[in-house]
């Protein structure tokens, strides 16, 4: 995990400002990295979900308890990794969390 915070800073971070989660998606899980501070890697926090309705709920639930933010105060910036990204960006949009998808090159 400590890599994926480097390429995120790294890759990122002028992007992801405003935006407070990030997610990379592998075939059957969901990473999403929280970035609080790029200085502080301990004040990131990291969690994985499994790639299903049960785990997106999860991870809905997971991001709005850890900001204390509404659904539509939530900006989740989503790595083109993997082809089904479109599935996840349709559960959070249809959840009123805001996506935006980032290309993973």
């Not at 539509?72 to 009123?96: M, P, Q, T, Y």
């Amino acid at each position: 995990m400590q890599n994926l915070i480097k390429t995120i800073t790294n890759r990122y971070f002028k992007t992801m400002i405003d935006k407070r989660f990030h997610i990379y998606l592998t075939e059957n899980k969901i990473n999403i990295c929280w970035i609080r501070s790029v200085s502080d890697a301990n004040k990131n926090y990291f969690k994985t979900f499994g790639y299903n309705k049960k785990g997106i709920k999860s991870l809905i639930n997971w991001v709005v308890v850890k900001t204390g933010f509404p659904q539509a105060k939530i900006n989740v910036v989503i790595e083109a990794s993997f082809k089904n990204h479109g599935d996840l960006i349709k559960l959070l949009n249809r959840n009123k969390i805001n996506t935006s998808l980032k290309d993973s090159t």
